[in-house]
């Protein structure tokens, strides 16, 4: 069965420096991997996913993952924080195909920008 | 309407009533899910329909009471609800099980 570990619950960065939020996951085939990001009271907004293609995976907002089979990781960066980046972000984790498969989700990092 | 629609985003209910969360998706997908999110707490996975049919219940208590009338359109009925019930209740919807999830905004509930 597959699942997805996000390392800290939260984690806060200056703005204009760079944002690390790390994922690593557990899949016996090869994955579907996505990041999410929340803002306050409002629903889950895809920010990126990779589904096999490039292992370097951009997304909105700046935002980009590699997907690193060996390290069994992928870790979403920006290089330079923004105010507006503060909110929840969540890995997830599918094994694609198939009418009963689904996603897992993480339990989510929140961001911090200090100003 | 585009995406993913939640209605009401707001509701406020006492231990005794009956409402309905109503989730409608404009995206085509064939799977359409309810989350629960609460405070310091991971995102709880309540239901799953693909075509129309329930694949998934989580242990869900029977106070709530998910309705899937077709592939756009998804209920959450509740009644005799708790004031731990009180969350976020987010609704998605993907083209498959497996694939991307497209959440609506949510309807903050409270229970009094």
């Known amino acids: 069965a597959q699942s997805v570990t996000q390392l800290g619950s939260h984690v806060s960065v200056s703005e204009g420096a760079l944002v690390l939020l790390r994922c690593n996951y557990s899949s016996s085939v090869p994955p579907y991997l996505f990041w999410y990001v929340q803002y306050p009271n409002q629903g889950l907004q895809l920010l990126l996913k990779?589904?096999?293609?490039?292992?370097l995976v951009k997304g909105i907002n700046g935002f980009e993952a590699e997907f690193k089979k060996s390290e069994t990781s992928f870790h979403l960066t920006k290089p330079s924080a923004h105010m507006s980046d503060a909110a929840e972000y969540f890995c997830a984790v599918s094994v694609g195909g198939g009418r009963d498969d689904k996603i897992i989700f993480g339990k989510g990092t929140r961001l911090h920008i200090l100003p | 309407e585009t995406g993913v629609t939640q209605t009401p985003r707001h509701l406020v209910m006492g231990m005794t009533n009956k409402k309905s969360l109503k989730c409608e998706q404009h995206l085509g997908h064939n799977a359409m899910y309810w989350y629960k999110q609460s405070a310091k707490k991971p995102l709880e996975l309540m239901f799953v329909y693909s075509l129309e049919e329930r694949v998934e219940n989580n242990s869900v208590p029977s106070r709530f009471s998910p309705e899937c009338p077709n592939s756009s359109h998804l209920f959450l009925h509740l009644h005799t609800l708790q004031p731990e019930d009180s969350a976020l209740y987010l609704c998605?919807?993907?083209?498959?099980?497996?694939?991307?999830?497209?959440f609506g905004p949510g309807t903050r509930l409270t229970v009094t």
């Open positions: 990779y589904t096999s293609a490039a292992t």
């Open positions: 998605a919807s993907s083209q498959e099980t497996s694939y991307e999830q497209y």
